[in-house]
């Protein structure tokens, strides 16, 4: 699977696609970008998915690139109640300008 890391992607030559922020509860990103045709989560070190607490700390982690296209992506829980109608795509897409 495709994968960035954080430290080859903070340069002011980098120009990132589309970068795609997920949210995850408690608080937890994690952050997808497509880059140099390839799309890929950002990971740590030791690649392994670099957590994030914050868009404005993704947003600050990458402040030396160009962004050209930012999402803020949350999946609900909430339809997944017993005897509740069946399962609807209920993904909230928000952009977010960075």
Avoid at 37 to 57: A, C, L, T, W
Avoid at 61 to 79: E, F
Wanted: proline content about 3%; charged content about 25%.
């Amino acid at each position: 699977m495709p994968h960035h890391r954080l430290t080859h992607l903070n340069h002011q030559d980098v120009r990132i696609d589309e970068l795609t922020v997920h949210s995850y509860e408690m608080g937890l990103y994690l952050v997808e970008a497509d880059f140099d045709g390839r799309k890929g989560f950002i990971v740590d070190e030791q690649n392994q998915p670099q957590h994030f607490h914050s868009v404005e700390q993704v947003k600050k982690s990458l402040s030396d690139c160009t962004v050209k296209q930012a999402w803020l992506v949350h999946k609900s829980a909430y339809d997944e109640m017993c005897g509740g109608p069946e399962k609807v795509d209920n993904t909230l897409k928000l952009a977010l300008f960075v």
